[in-house]
């Protein structure tokens, strides 16, 4: 049975030494974001999330990099 008391998957594996019984929270805090997949932006939230206690995903973020613009960089 999940610990209500934990705040996060961390305090889980400390406490226990295994996360399989951790239960994210989800509340009006969980959002999802538009950052595209391997930006920093995204890096942040995800890092966010975790200290939070949130899933890692959420069924609304971005799935693609439809309407992005990338910056190419010239070779050397």
Known sequence: MPDPKLK??????????????????VDDQFKSTQAPAGSREKLEVMAERIRMGHPLWHSDDRADYSGLTGAVRPRD
């Open 8 to 25: 996060n998957v961390f305090e889980a594996i400390l406490k226990y030494g295994h996360d399989e019984d951790f239960a994210p929270r």
